[in-house]
Each structure stands twice: as structure tokens, then as C-alpha cells.
């Protein structure tokens, strides 16, 4: 019987490794039922040092498992200096490093994989390690555990069943459980969620309006003003950054609709928003993730009109002065109803998804169950001690 080939981990050390690293990624992608292939340059950015603002705060370094010559998985190790800074906690803190972009070909790869991560942060001085969390905790946090039999939305991640099996055997254990909800948007909110919008509609110190695109930065400036206040005492916050700001303005512009998009004021100040995506995998499966030679037409008509697509609500926030507060409530589903209704009568939208949302978010799962949504997707976040 012949033995298997060694198994080689390879540092990523350049840009043709950069761009191997996500080849590879997007071959075990392909082989999965419901993936909605992305667009490679998108990716490659994520991993560019120069092109990705997460970078100016974090050390990377990037893996790739070769056996017998051929590539058979791959793995990133870094170190956020602002999740070092969050208090302990709060998930993260002082010696909690990371790793994501997770895929192997077998067991004995994926625990390859995981020692030569392991090892690297702990050469780094870190002495825990949480993942999978693809680069930053606002990007793809999390392990798809439950929902592999219907497509992701945009910017959530989608993996095999049997990663879990192998993390858990490598001595993780699960520190934290994120879930998406789905809904029906073609259809009214209960009778109560109606009565509290209209309540809140006849209070003349509320304001719920569209976002302004023609004041675009000064908008992405209130709005993560916001998310940075209202999510800071969070499992697993991490500010954003001055250039991650801008990064994510510039970024968003193409697929923010006004009409989609709500910030509530409170007395003429901003105190709460809410986001709302038209679903761009939509696109993204019928061009299969490539712009050329056509489908950039294909994404063009899109995004300029996104008739039929799914909604995904992925942040929204209200101050924390307002927090524990019937206000607080009122103004989230005052804006989940304009957007509901715009959704719908607009669009012709019938799905929305809510989420990643931590499952001890009373607040926003109690949220979710009023408006009748039902958990679709399950992601776990694991740890382990290093040392």
C-alpha cells in the first residue's frame, strides 16, 4: 500500500501567491451545491495589503497545504491590533488571534493547516485563537453549520458540513453561535408591529428618512458613527477605522438604493439606521461570478435595477443611550417597515434576511421573532487555547 504524500504548508509571500491563495479558494467554492461564485478581483483585493485598509491595523500571514506538488487547502493566521485592544470580555482582547479562509481537502490537511496557524500566532505571542473569521469580523465571521441547502446572501459565507467535524476534532470548541433570519417582505407585519409604527409615526420628535445619497460620505460617516456607539459593548466589536471607513462608503455606493436605506432621528439628531442590500448574489449566479466578456451588462441592469432580488439587512444600530428603551424598538421597527414596504412595492421583493445576528442578542432576536422570521442559517465561531 502506498504511503500518502507529505503534506507541505507554504507561506503566501507575494502577490502570485496571493492570487493562488484565492484560486484556490474559489476551486473548493465550485464544488459545493448552492455557491454563488464572486468576483475574483473582489477577492484578490480582500488579501492585498494595499488595497485592503483592514491591513493597516492587522498582521497576516496567509497558508496554502501542498500534497505531492498539488494544492489541497489553505488557511489565514492574523492578528487584529484593535481586537487586542477590546476588552477581554467582549470576545476578543489581549492574545486572541485569529484564523480564517478555511478549506481542506481532508482531516489530516485541515490539521496541518490548523497547527501551521496555531503555530504562527503563538510565534506572535498570542495565546488563543478564534475562527473561522475572514480577515475581519465584518467581513465573514463564522462557520456555516446549518443552511447549506439554499444559497447565501451576499457577503455571508457558505462551506461544507463536515468543516465543523474537523475544527472540533482539532480541539476547538464553539465561543460563539451567529444566525441569519428569513421573512416573508410581500406581506404586512403583525397587527402589533403595525401599532407601534404607527404610534411612533404621530410622536413629532421622530424622523425615519431615506438616506441621501447626495451627501453620500457625510451619510457613512453618521451612519458608522452610529455602529460604532450602538455595537461597542458587543461580543466581538471592533471599531472601524478612519479608512475602512472611507473604504466602505466607496465600496457600497454601487448597491445602496435610497429608498432601501433609513436613519431615524430622534428631535432632529441621528440616533438610529438601518441598511438594506438588494441581494447581489442574485446577479453574481447568473453571470457566475465573471464580468467579461458580458456579464458586466448583466450586472450594470442589475444594480441599476434589482427587480425580484432578495433583501438582506446586515447592520443596523440605536445608540446605547437608547438601549433597553421602548424608543429603541419603535425606531427599529419603524425603519424595517419603510424598507418592508419599499421592498415590496418597488422591487417586487418577497424574501429579506436579517442578520448575522449573535444569539444572545435579546434585543434583536426578540426583533426577529415579532416580525415572524424564522432562523436559515447557523454560523459558528470557535476557540481554543494555545500554549
Known amino acids: ?90 470576545g476578543f482582547g489581549p492574545g486572541t488571534g485569529f484564523f480564517g479562509y478555511f478549506d481542506a481537502e481532508d482531516e489530516a490537511v485541515a490539521r496541518a493547516l490548523l497547527t501551521a496557524a496555531e503555530g504562527w500566532l503563538a510565534g506572535e505571542g498570542m495565546t488563543r485563537v478564534l475562527g473561522p473569521i475572514s480577515l475581519s469580523i465584518w467581513e465573514e465571521p463564522g462557520l456555516l453549520v446549518r443552511g447549506q441547502d439554499h444559497a447565501p446572501m451576499v457577503m455571508m459565507g457558505h462551506h461544507p458540513e463536515h468543516y465543523a467535524g474537523w475544527i472540533e476534532a482539532a480541539g476547538y470548541t464553539r465561543a460563539k453561535t451567529l444566525y441569519t433570519y428569513d421573512l416573508d417582505i410581500s406581506k404586512p407585519f403583525p397587527p402589533l408591529v403595525q401599532r407601534i409604527v404607527q404610534s411612533g409615526h404621530k410622536n413629532e420628535r421622530i424622523t425615519v428618512r431615506r438616506v441621501r445619497k447626495a451627501d453620500w460620505d457625510a451619510e457613512v460617516a453618521t451612519i458608522l458613527g452610529i455602529l460604532n456607539d450602538a455595537w461597542s459593548d458587543n461580543w466581538g466589536f471592533v471599531p472601524f477605522s478612519p479608512a475602512e471607513v472611507a473604504h466602505a462608503g466607496k465600496k457600497l455606493r454601487p448597491i445602496i438604493k435610497e429608498e432601501l436605506n433609513m436613519i431615524a432621528e430622534l428631535d432632529g439628531r441621528p440616533v438610529a439606521f438601518m441598511l438594506t442590500f438588494p441581494d447581489l448574489n442574485d446577479a453574481l449566479a447568473k453571470i457566475r461570478g465573471k464580468l467579461f466578456p458580458f456579464g458586466w451588462i448583466t450586472m450594470l ?33 419603524m425603519m424595517i417597515e419603510a424598507i418592508r414596504h419599499n421592498s415590496s412595492t418597488k422591487f417586487a421583493s418577497k424574501r429579506g434576511e436579517i442578520g448575522w445576528i449573535l444569539e444572545d442578542n ?26
Do not use: C
Not at 320 to 330: C, D, G, I, T, V
Open 1 to 90: 500500500m502506498a504511503r500518502a504524500a507529505q503534506i507541505v504548508i507554504e507561506p503566501v509571500t507575494d502577490k502570485r501567491g496571493r492570487a493562488a491563495f484565492v484560486d484556490l479558494g474559489r476551486a473548493f467554492s465550485d464544488r459545493l451545491e448552492h455557491f454563488v461564485p464572486q468576483i475574483r478581483a473582489e477577492q484578490i483585493e480582500l488579501v492585498d495589503p494595499d488595497k485592503n485598509p483592514f491591513f493597516g491595523h492587522a498582521r497576516v500571514q496567509l497558508f496554502i497545504a501542498k500534497q505531492g506538488g498539488r494544492p489541497v487547502g489553505r488557511i489565514s493566521a492574523h492578528i487584529d491590533e484593535l481586537a487586542l485592544a477590546m476588552p477581554a470580555d467582549q
Open 301 to 333: 441592469r442589475w444594480l441599476h435595477f434589482p427587480k425580484g432580488a432578495g433583501m438582506r439587512v446586515p447592520l443596523m444600530g440605536v445608540l446605547k443611550e437608547l438601549h433597553n428603551s421602548r424608543l429603541a424598538s419603535q425606531l427599529a421597527f
Open 362 to 387: 435579546q434585543g434583536m432576536v426578540a426583533i426577529a421573532d415579532t416580525i415572524q422570521s424564522k432562523i436559515n442559517r447557523e454560523y459558528a465561531i470557535y476557540g481554543k487555547g494555545l500554549g
